[in-house]
Structures are given as C-alpha cells and as structure tokens.
C-alpha cells in the first residue's frame, strides 16, 4: 500500500523554520522533504536540550508549539508536562500515538557535533548532567513527522487522532501520571493505542513488531542497618557494609534458584552507598535495585525473594530484629509487562509488509529486558488494542560494537530512525482509521 497526498505546510511552530509546499508523491517522499525541511533541525533541538523526568518543560512546550501549528487541538500539562493532541476527522475508531520525552542523568560522551552538554535539577534537588541516553528525542521528533503527514491526508482516513507527549517514561510513572489526571475521561478513550522505541541493537530503518514489547520494572529500596564502631574494632559493631554485600550477592539466587529456569528474569543492584572513612564503621548502607520479568507470577516471586534474602542474610549476620533491613518497594517506579495485542500485531505486521515488503521486517533475539510504562495504557481493564514496535538506529556493520542504551556512549543514526518510524506510524494508524 502506498499513501499518496499533498502536503501544505503554511506555518510551524515559533523557532521553526517555515517548511515548503510539497508536490504530490508518496508517503515516503513526502517525509523525506519533511525530514529535510524541519524534522533534521527538530531532532538536532531536542537532542542539545534533554530535559529529566518530570522535568520537560520546555520540550513539552516545544513540542506542543510544533502539533498546535498544524491545527490539532493542544492541550499541555496534564499529568504533569504531558502533552495531548486531538484531531476529529469524522465517525471512526480513535488511534492514539505516544512517544516519550525524557532523557537521563548521563553526561554525554558520544563524540557528536551536537552532543548534550545540559545540567538541569532533578526531582530529588541535585543538578546532574542530562543527555538523550535512549533515544526519546527520536521519538517527539517523528511525533512531529507523523502529526503532519496524517494532518495532510485528513481526506483518506475517518476517526480521531490522539498524538500523546508523555513525561518520565525513564521512572516509569509519566503513564500513570498522565491517566490519573484523567486522559481517558478529559479526552477521546482510544480504540488502539501505538507506540515505538528505536533501538541501538537493530540495524538502523528496520522495524520489529514482538508480542511481548517490554518486561515489568520494579524499583526496590533496601535500607540495611547496622551498629557504628571504629574500623580497627569491628568485633564492637555491625557492619552494614559487609551485611549488604552479602545480601547483593545472595540476591542473584533468587534468579537462579527460585524461579523456573526458561523464565527471564533480573535483579540488578545499581547503586550502593554506605559509610563515610575509611575507618569508620557506618550504621547504615542504602542499596537502589531494578526488578524485571514478564510474568506476573514470576515477578511477585522476584519481589517476595527480596524480602526473604534480605531478612535472611541478615538474620545469619547477627543484626537484632529492630535492626532488620527496610525493603521498600516503590509505588510509583512500577510497571507491569507490556503485551501487545496479538490481532492488531497481525494487522500492523500486514499493513508494513504491504507498504514496505517483507525484507523491512526482522524478528531478533532479545537481548535485555527493558520496561515500558506505555503498559498501563494498554492494561486489560483499559479494553484498549494497544502495539510497541521497534525502529532499528544503527548501522548493521556497527551492530555489535554499537553502545547500549542508557550509556554515556549511545548514539544512534537519527534519519534513517526517524524516517522509518514516522512512515510506519502513519501506514499503521490509517489501517486502523480505515479497517482494511
């Protein structure tokens, strides 16, 4: 299938540069000239200007500026720095369109020409370098590239168009943010609900449409408390250091012990900090943990073998009952496993092979386990279709020495990226609109 139209720009958003009117031709080429004209500078703004979670202020302005000139109706801050666009365009499903905006407290060592050198204050009050360490600058940018290109062919598709900026998918809490504040009462529920990640490990314009898109996230604090005592004499205290250690090493048991062997699952400790001297021992060590899976069972095994390791370790160690270690799960950096719809994947994986032909796809291993707040978009009890695919960024002669996400390190090819995604997005959501 290929999607044909004209496309008339007559004005973006303040900063942006005014974008030509294009002759007739296919999708393809209209987003190429699109990407030429305003979607190369767009990526290359938000790339330089990464703003935390919770935090993205003027992205979401940015962004919100962008989708309003081309005539939705914008509405911004909700649930935070959420931005949320409607388009009517006749009786017909509603597809929404999510991409995230946030970026990490990594300072940026990419080499590129407009890598990040930003700080902002985070949430927690502390200022920290910032970059677009997982690539959700390419995600706004196609948001951009998609809101046009469906906004110019409001002759070949009937139904309404939900274009969602969403704040802190990197603390995976924006969605629920953004839900709580009434996303699916203030504005039109979604019939469909789509989204997609670029990712450094697939060869750069492809397009990866799994059944599971994301593991379950779950943010774990353990405080483990000790008794202080001089460094020299440690006979006269507890040590919390030494507690913790055992207790992060004992925790990958409950990976490798607990749960059925052709279950995935992680427990990573990714910080730790205790103590203040060398000889001084300290009465507390603060250890920061990230828990995946993608079944519901496995995860509450992951979480309550937390709690037995920590008691347990400690309990052996000698710590007193008032002093056991505090394991806190958090409320709000949880998500569950994202699962695509499987008749929409059908639909979808139908409507890119017709577009694109079949040698646009690929099927590859996993190779980690990321979490996706868009999850609680898509719940069961939402009764929403919701489907998460993935855009290759990288070259495939550099795939295996390419960085990881969430490196100082990562870069991805943006145009290929933002090209490939904004086209899929497009040639997905009118196959929903129409029901072909």
């Given at each position: 299938m290929k999607l044909r139209a004209f496309l008339t720009i007559s004005t973006l958003a303040a900063g942006a540069a005014i974008a030509p009117a294009y002759a007739e031709g296919d999708l393809s080429a209209d987003i190429d000239a699109d990407y030429k004209a305003n979607l190369g500078s767009l990526f290359d703004y938000f790339h330089r200007n990464p703003e935390l979670s919770h935090r993205e202020f003027?992205?979401?302005?940015r962004l919100a500026a962008e989708i309003r000139a081309l005539g939705y109706d914008v509405t911004e801050k909700v649930g935070g720095t959420g931005v949320v666009a409607v388009m009517k365009n006749g009786a017909g499903p509603t597809v929404m369109i999510r991409a995230d905006m946030d970026g990490l407290p990594v300072k940026e060592d990419s080499g590129l020409s407009y890598a990040s050198v930003a700080m902002q204050e985070d949430i927690d009050g502390e200022t920290k370098p910032v970059m677009h360490a997982c690539g959700h600058d390419t995600h706004i940018t196609s948001l951009v590239g998609t809101a046009r290109a469906l906004a110019a062919r409001k002759d070949q598709w009937k139904g309404?168009?939900?274009l969602i900026g969403q704040p802190a998918e990197e603390r995976v809490s924006g969605a629920r943010d953004m839900l709580n504040d009434g996303l699916y009462k203030r504005f039109p529920k979604p019939d469909y609900a789509l989204a997609f990640h670029v990712a450094a490990d697939r060869p750069s314009g492809k397009i990866e449409v799994p059944l599971?898109?994301?593991?379950?996230?779950?943010?774990?604090?353990?405080?483990?408390?000790?008794?202080?005592?001089?460094?020299?004499?440690?006979?006269?205290?507890?040590?919390?250091?030494?507690?913790?250690?055992?207790?992060?090493?004992s925790l990958q048991s409950v990976v490798s012990r607990s749960i059925d062997p052709l279950q995935p699952g992680?427990?990573?400790?990714?910080?730790?900090?205790?103590?203040?001297?060398?000889?001084?021992?300290?009465?507390?060590?603060?250890?920061?943990l990230t828990v995946r899976s993608n079944d519901p069972d496995v995860r509450l095994q992951l979480l309550d073998g937390i709690d037995r390791v920590a008691a347990g370790v400690a309990a052996s160690m000698?710590?007193?009952?008032?002093?056991?270690?505090e394991v806190i799960r958090s409320t709000s950096e949880t998500t569950p496993p994202t699962v695509n719809d499987?008749?929409?994947?059908?639909?979808?994986?139908?409507a890119f092979t017709d577009h694109f032909g079949p040698e646009m796809l690929v099927d590859m291993p996993a190779e980690g386990m990321g979490a996706e707040d868009f999850a609680y978009f898509v719940t069961p009890e939402t009764g929403v279709k919701g489907v998460y695919f993935v855009v290759g960024g990288t070259p495939a002669k550099d795939l295996k020495s390419a960085p990881s996400h969430h490196s100082p390190f990562f870069k991805v090819e943006p145009e290929p990226a933002i090209k490939s995604a904004t086209e899929a997005m497009v040639v997905g959501a009118m196959r929903l609109f129409n029901g072909e």
């Open positions: 003027k992205t979401a302005e309404t168009l939900v599971v898109a994301g593991s379950s996230a779950d943010s774990v604090d353990i405080i483990v408390h000790g008794v202080g005592a001089h460094g020299a004499s440690p006979n006269k205290g507890i040590d919390p250091v030494l507690v913790a250690s055992q207790i992060v090493v992680v427990i990573t400790v990714g910080s730790i900090h205790g103590g203040s001297k060398h000889n001084i021992i300290g009465d507390k060590v603060h250890l920061q000698g710590v007193p009952k008032k002093l056991m270690p499987a008749a929409t994947v059908d639909i979808l994986k139908a």
